[in-house]
């Protein structure tokens, strides 16, 4: 059986820049076509043949994951699971490297919960060995997009730095997409 590495899903974002909807609806688990992008991320991973996925989230996120993953998993639920990271708090790299801890993962693929992907990216990860640390971006379909954060700064397909927190001057940079560890 080839090698297949585990999956991380960071889903413990508050939806703040949903604004009142944000308040309402857990990000991660707002529905695109009848799917909560959670969950659609799950299916693709588990269509991908992953044996492991983590996901990553708040305490206060926990019963209302745990219930949709056994209403919408019932027969996978036994590889998804659901870890309290306090250090979402302090943000999406903090509650990453916490959760490396917690877990002692090495080797993962690495997605945010609130991501939609049309076609499924997790059948291109069935690789024996994956030794580098790997960031996957994307242009941003608005230049406003750049001012929220998570921007990725590169040359030549070498990264220089990630910034999370929003830039107030007018950057040149890509969306991250996923991490590869």
Known sequence: MEHQPVLI?????KGSRLGAIGAVVLKSLFPVFDEPLLFRQIRQSLKADF?????STRKEYIEQFRQGINNFFPNDKNKIIIVENAAHDKGVLYALLNLVQITGVSEALIS???????????????????????????????????SLGGIVFNQRNKLL??????????????KWLVFFL
């Open 51 to 55: 044996q492991k996925i983590y996901i």
């Open 161 to 174: 730095k990630i910034e999370k927190k929003a830039l107030k001057e007018n950057v040149q940079g890509l």
């Open 112 to 146: 945010l919960g609130d991501i939609y992907f049309l076609e499924n990216p997790f059948l291109n990860f069935k690789q024996s060995s994956l030794a580098e640390v790997k960031v996957f971006a994307m242009r941003p379909q608005d230049k406003r997009d750049l």
């Open 9 to 13: 899903i960071l889903a413990g974002g």
